[in-house]
């Protein structure tokens, strides 16, 4: 990328402090291990270096395995590498990451509401929302990995 962009982190601060504050929250609601798959399976679908780079060192350093890490950009081929639950929660973040195209069928959230309470439904809803706003920042300012 050869055009310098404006960085949301510098000039509007705020903005992410509020992110940060709504992540919390859905933390709080969302197994830890289901919300990392779900921001590194939305910021491959949307090219998010950055968040692809950031979600995948902090599941490995959080134990997550080198090969499930790996296996969420091709999840539906994966088999036994993921939970119902699981393929059920990453499939509805295709189809919300995605919106434009199809919108949220009723058979993707039926079967992934069937895994989850309706507040941890609620949370998986916010948590894709969340990582698609995040990777559209670092999109669309163009940021890129460190170094590490």
């Known amino acids: 990328m050869g055009t310098a962009r404006v960085q949301v982190a510098q000039h509007l601060p705020e903005a992410y402090t509020e992110l940060a504050r709504l992540n919390a929250v859905v933390d709080a609601a969302l197994d830890e291990d289901l919300h990392t798959l779900v921001k590194i399976r939305a910021s491959v679908l949307n090219g998010c270096a950055f968040c692809v780079d950031l979600h995948t060192h902090q599941a490995l350093t959080d134990g997550m395995s080198p090969r499930r890490i790996a296996l969420v950009a091709a999840w539906r081929e994966a088999g036994s590498h993921f939970t ?3 393929r059920a929660a990453l ?6 990451t995605r919106v434009g195209e199809a919108g949220l069928p009723d058979e993707v959230y039926s079967a ?4 989850l ?18 990777n559209r920042l670092g999109v669309g300012t163009g940021m890129a990995p460190s170094a590490r």
């Open 117 to 134: 309470s309706e507040r941890e439904t609620a949370a998986l809803i916010t948590a894709v929302s969340l990582i698609n706003l995040y």
């Open 84 to 86: 119902e639950a699981e």
């Open 91 to 96: 499939a509805l973040v295709d189809a919300l």
């Open 112 to 115: 992934a509401a069937a895994h």
